[in-house]
Nanobody
Framework: VQLQASGGGLVQAGGSLRLSCAASGRTFSSYGMAWFRQAPGKERELVAARSWSGGTFYSDSVKGRFTISRDNAKNTVYLQMNRLKPEDTAVYYC?????????????????WGQGTLVTVSS
């Protein structure tokens, strides 16, 4: 499976962005999909995730502002980010778990996209 993330950019605080992650492969619908982010000098953290069965996870810092969704027909997972804050600035990565679930630990994901930079100015 190959993952291609896109949609990052520069946005003012309070604005919105939508990230996309396109996946190759026929078994996309069975994977758990997640978005992580990593800010300079910080560890990679799980932001949002969606299991193959539809269960979702959001970190406390983004709950109510971000929404993860997936379109299995297009082999794509999205991260809609609203009311962005400067502290959301980071490189965002999509990841796939063959087991169909999600986990906070980056080591549990077999496939990673290349990352897309989100910069939120104050």
């Amino acid at each position: 499976v190959q993952l291609q993330a896109s949609g990052g950019g520069l946005v003012q605080a309070g604005g919105s962005l939508r990230l996309s992650c396109a996946a190759s492969g026929r078994t996309f619908s069975s994977y758990g999909m997640a978005w992580f982010r990593q800010a300079p000098g910080k560890e990679r953290e799980l932001v949002a995730a969606r299991s193959w069965s539809g269960g979702t996870f959001y970190s406390d810092s983004v709950k109510g502002r971000f929404t993860i969704s997936r379109d299995n027909a297009k082999n794509t997972v999205y991260l809609q980010m609203n009311r962005l804050k400067p502290e959301d600035t980071a490189v965002y990565y999509c990841a796939a778990d063959r087991g169909g679930s999600y986990d906070r630990r980056p080591t549990e994901y077999e496939y990673w996209g290349q990352g897309t930079l989100v910069t939120v100015s104050s």
